[in-house]
């Protein structure tokens, strides 16, 4: 059976999981979370001092690197994977806003990509898989063979992902998850190592107005012909 490596790269908030999870799951494929890894580091780096509102200690995340083991353990009831850190599951927390204030900062440190970069190649070296985050079409795996890139306007993705978070019973307003996206926004594509762009090749999905079901059916579709193309 013919497998190619699907890279999804885009904006934080536009959905980029949920379709990488759902195009996984319909074709077969491993699915993995890029950005979830780097919550994890972003994480242990607010659990061991090293990052705060005040500050950030670069070299002492740094420092602390080989102390950090990131896993994804699959859930059969949840029909997706978790993540783990250093054999503790995260998966709920990562996903606070809290964690996503520091994550494009800690992203933004090149000891860090490089080793999440090496962690992410490994697990597409056969093929197969489906890729999600902000340079995977770019510096993770350049020569996939189906590139799509998720945009949408910053409100929506803050509406979005504000109203994910209040369905979940986080405390949040709506200001804020806007403020926390525009701030992601700018500092994913002016950082030094690895900027968020549009990989060349690149399929552009814009789903401001787009239903689930629409953007699923917009990625299934490329996709397939894709596998259709590689297999010819």
């Keep these: 059976m013919t497998k190619i490596t699907i890279a999804i790269d885009g904006f934080s908030s536009t959905g980029k ?23 994890a580091v972003a994480l242990y780096a607010m659990q061991n001092g090293c990052i705060d509102s005040a500050y950030f200690d670069k070299e002492s995340l740094i420092a602390q690197l080989d102390q950090i083991s990131i896993s994804f353990k699959f859930n059969e009831n949840l029909g997706f994977a978790e993540v783990y850190l ?28 490089e080793l999440l970069v090496k962690q992410q190649q490994t697990f597409g070296k056969d093929k197969g898989v489906v890729m999600d985050g902000r340079d995977i079409g770019t510096v993770v795996f350049p020569d996939a063979e189906l590139k799509l890139f998720m945009t949408a306007s910053a409100e929506k993705r803050a509406q979005r992902r504000y109203d994910e978070l209040i369905e979940r019973g986080d405390d949040v307003s ?25 990989a060349e090749g690149s399929i552009k999905l814009d789903n401001s107005n787009m239903t689930l079901e629409e953007q699923f059916e917009f990625v299934l579709k490329h996709s397939e012909e894709k596998i259709r193309d590689v297999k010819a």
């Design 174 to 198: 709506y200001d804020e998850v806007l403020k926390n996206v525009q701030s992601r926004d700018h500092i994913d594509s002016t950082r030094e190592d690895s900027p968020l762009t549009m």
């Design 17 to 39: 999981s949920t379709v990488a999870k759902q195009l996984a799951k319909a074709l077969g494929y491993v699915y993995v979370d890029s950005g979830a890894m780097y919550r």
């Design 86 to 113: 250093n054999g503790k599951n995260i998966e709920t927390q990562i996903r606070t806003l809290e964690v996503s204030q520091f994550v494009s900062q800690v992203a933004t440190v090149s000891e860090v990509r």
